[in-house]
């Protein structure tokens, strides 16, 4: 079974604080991503990453940085944490659909629900 | 660009009821469908997919059919349990993006 391990489920930081949250795939996943949740806004989409090094912006990438050293962690980096960054936070990785078509799952974690005081 | 919108939440039901979440999305090319669930605490997980026209997915006794000239993809059950309640994500991968579009979630309560 394909598991997906965010290190921590709930953090307490405050102002100005640097984040790290870290998610760790076992599946040998190529791509990975990281979004955050909140309420009325569904899903958005933070970075996203399809190889070691590689990265892309999402929607809302401000605030925040990520980091693919291995091909199984990707991290996400809030440099100053803001209260507007309390959410929570999902990670998700898929395999690459091969020749671009066919279905291409995503598993996600648990989700990491961050508060900044 | 890719889109998918779903009824907005929540839909309250009592048990054994019959469900209908409503899914359509717009899309280039032949997009792949899927739903998925998040009950509380967790994070989501794949319900069903189905990856052309007139294919149905099925799982738990839910139920969707792709239908590509209403560019719909609606969750149905015909009888539904307390522990249905959750939060129902619409999603579509269309081409060669990796990127999946998801809608904006419905939220589900069953009371007994």
């Known amino acids: 079974d394909v598991k997906v391990t965010q290190s921590s489920r709930y953090l307490v930081k405050r102002t100005g604080e640097k984040v790290f949250l870290e998610c760790v795939q076992d599946m040998d996943h190529e791509n990975m991503f990281w979004y955050r949740q909140d309420p009325g806004l569904g899903l958005r989409l933070i970075y996203f990453s399809y190889d070691v090094k590689m990265k892309e912006k999402g929607d809302i990438p401000e605030g925040y940085s990520v980091s693919r050293e291995k091909k199984e962690r990707f991290s996400l980096i809030l440099e100053s944490a803001s209260t507007n960054q309390t959410s929570m936070y999902l990670c998700?990785?898929?395999?690459?659909?091969?020749?671009?078509?066919?279905?291409?799952?995503?598993?996600f974690g648990a989700g990491s629900r961050l508060t900044v005081l | 660009g890719n889109s998918v919108t779903q009824m907005e939440g929540p839909v309250t039901l009592s048990e054994e009821a019959f469900l209908t979440i409503n899914c359509t999305y717009t899309a280039t090319g032949y997009p792949s469908l899927f739903w998925y669930v998040q009950y509380p605490g967790e994070g989501l997980q794949l319900l069903l997919k189905a990856t052309k026209a007139d294919d149905k997915g099925s799982n738990k006794g839910f139920e969707a059919t792709y239908r590509k000239e209403t560019t719909s993809f609606h969750l149905e059950k015909g009888s539904v349990q307390v522990s249905d309640s959750a939060v129902y994500f619409c999603a579509l991968r269309s081409g060669g993006s990796y990127i999946p579009t998801f809608g904006r979630g419905t939220s589900l309560i069953v009371h007994p």
């Open positions: 998700a990785s898929s395999f690459q659909a091969r020749g671009g078509t066919g279905a291409n799952v995503l598993t």
